[in-house]
């Protein structure tokens, strides 16, 4: 009599199981594609207070019209552009402001908006700051620089930051100590000039019109921050990271001590959590509606595998500030060119870096504890669930977790061949046994049953080796026959 096959759909066999294991990679590969290349829509979300994302999308036109590199008449105009969109904001907001620094005609608001040296305790202060400058050269560099800042930040006083303008002061020390910084402030920045080769819609006019947004955000009535918040316009950041270097010469520098740095490495796509200083900081971007991001990027630029820089640096390594880098990343192919223009990005794109800097940014604000004094936080370990869910953990709890289960699985695994032993039903490493009597299935007589077991302890390893190989090999291939195809498309090795 012979053994009856099982018609069990979802049995320990080998086609079930290698249907339902293709299943589970399918879906999982669709739902990550699906996740990387379709961006959440504005409309998903109710309308946030204080943010306009078609007035975002009209300033992006303005910014990326021409090509608008540091020290050219088309980034003049650029940045006068930029004073005349804040003072329109702030009036429109009907917030009450002075400006520190050079006069300009773009202050138009008459009504509310006074031009001054700081004698006035205004709940917003434009600086117009044409001043700042310094001279600096990279280490291991043979090159040095002098650079003239032309940056434009815009203060927003936070209900605990007390009225006095304590950047005015200088002096003695007992006179520094009683204008120390009444709170420890956030700081939100982006570059407005533009590589000599690209319109910068996204490198970093999308970055440029989420600050103009977070400047409605925070002036528009019911939205004022507990913390104050120092909005940074820079200019120069292309050529050095010169424009976040002339800030750290403005007093007002010092009064941060968290920022979110925004930025563009692609041109359009889903803005990305490249980098954190630390767990507590990165906690405030738990609370955007869309995360995205994995530690693995902060690995990639802390092992020199990104070779390019941002402003990140200068805030974090150079002023000591804990913080964010939130940037665009692909399609790499069009960064630094012309392809970088508002055709090639769009309203979702500005959404989805704006929920995250509105989001992060409030929570920062909130906060009204000191445990963001400049200092040491917890090394994090953090990642997105299909950019919905963002997970985050102390590198020093995954590690204990990790060393749990390096510990407690090979004991599991012990455990239960222990337990197969004893019940006779142990072949992972035996060719033949004997048909189990009290098997329904089983023929009537005993027989042997060939397990293969040794074939099988061998069959993984093989097919590791020969996969892994091959996709070395390609990989190889690629890199001498055409190197930059990858720029063009991250699926080419498929091709």
């Given at each position: 009599m012979g053994a009856k096959k099982s018609l069990n759909p979802i049995g320990f066999l080998g086609l079930p199981v290698t249907i339902i294991t293709s299943a589970v990679y399918i879906a999982l590969a669709v739902a990550l594609l699906y996740t990387h290349h379709v961006v959440p829509s504005p409309s998903s979300n109710a309308p946030v207070k204080g943010v306009n994302i078609s007035e975002a999308w009209h300033d992006l036109q303005v910014i990326s019209e021409g090509f608008h590199p540091y020290n050219t008449k088309k980034n003049d105009v650029v940045?006068?552009?930029?004073?005349?969109?804040?003072?329109?904001?702030?009036?429109?907001?009907?917030?009450?402001?002075?400006?520190?620094?050079?006069?300009?005609?773009?202050?138009?608001?008459?009504?509310?908006?006074?031009?001054?040296n700081g004698s006035s305790a205004s709940p917003v202060i434009v600086f117009n700051d044409l001043n700042s400058n310094g001279t600096w050269s990279a280490a291991g560099s043979n090159t040095s620089v002098y650079f003239e800042g032309n940056n434009i930040m815009v203060y927003i006083r936070g209900t605990r930051d007390g009225s006095t303008n304590w950047w005015m002061h200088s002096g003695d020390d007992e006179e520094e100590e009683s204008a120390a910084p009444p709170s420890h402030g956030v700081l939100v920045n982006a570059h407005y000039d533009s590589v000599s080769t690209g319109f910068g819609a996204t490198d970093d006019g999308v970055g440029?019109?989420?600050?103009?947004?977070?400047?409605?955000?925070?002036?528009?009535?019911?939205?004022?921050?507990?913390?104050?918040?120092?909005?940074?316009?820079?200019n120069g950041e292309e050529d050095f990271l010169n424009g976040a270097k002339a800030f750290m010469r403005h007093p007002i520098s010092r009064f941060p001590d968290t920022f979110l740095n925004l930025e563009g490495a692609g041109a359009g796509g889903r803005a990305v959590l490249f980098r954190s200083s630390d767990a507590e900081v990165t906690n405030a971007y738990t609370?955007?509606?869309?995360?995205?991001?994995?530690?693995?990027?902060?690995?990639?630029?802390?092992?020199?595998?990104?070779?390019?820089?941002?402003?990140?640096?200068?805030?974090?390594?150079?002023?000591?500030?804990?913080?964010?880098?939130?940037?665009?990343?692909?399609?790499r192919s069009k960064y630094h060119t012309d392809n970088d223009a508002a055709r090639f990005t769009s309203k979702d794109s500005i959404w989805h870096m704006l929920s995250a800097a509105v989001a992060t940014t409030r929570d920062l604000t909130a906060d009204t504890t000191t445990d963001f004094s400049r200092g040491q936080g917890h090394d994090g370990v953090w990642f997105d669930l299909l950019g919905r869910i963002f997970g985050l953990t102390q590198l020093h709890v995954m590690f204990a977790l990790s060393v749990t289960l390096l510990v407690v699985a090979p004991i599991i695994m012990l455990a239960m061949m222990f337990i197969l032993?004893?019940?006779?039903?142990?072949?992972?490493?035996?060719?033949?046994?004997?048909?189990?009597?009290?098997?329904?299935?089983?023929?009537?007589?005993?027989?042997?049953?060939?397990?293969?077991?040794?074939?099988?302890?061998?069959?993984?390893?093989v097919a590791f080796c020969l996969a892994t190989a091959a996709v070395v090999g390609l990989a190889y291939l690629m890199t001498k026959i055409n190197p930059y195809i990858v720029y063009s498309s991250q699926y080419s090795v498929f091709r």
């Open positions: 940045r006068n552009w930029l004073l005349q969109r804040i003072d329109q904001i702030l009036v429109a907001n009907k917030a009450e402001y002075s400006v520190q620094g050079a006069k300009n005609a773009a202050f138009l608001g008459a009504s509310v908006a006074t031009t001054s440029v019109i989420s600050v103009l947004q977070l400047i409605k955000y925070h002036t528009t009535p019911g939205n004022q921050p507990k913390r104050g918040l120092v909005a940074l316009l820079n609370k955007s509606p869309y995360p995205f991001g994995s530690i693995l990027s902060a690995d990639l630029f802390k092992r020199r595998v990104i070779g390019s820089q941002t402003d990140y640096v200068v805030f974090e390594g150079e002023l000591g500030i804990r913080g964010l880098d939130v940037a665009f990343f692909e399609p032993i004893k019940t006779d039903k142990y072949y992972l490493f035996a060719r033949k046994g004997k048909s189990d009597p009290l098997d329904p299935n089983s023929p009537d007589d005993e027989v042997i049953v060939s397990f293969n077991g040794w074939r099988g302890l061998f069959r993984y390893p």
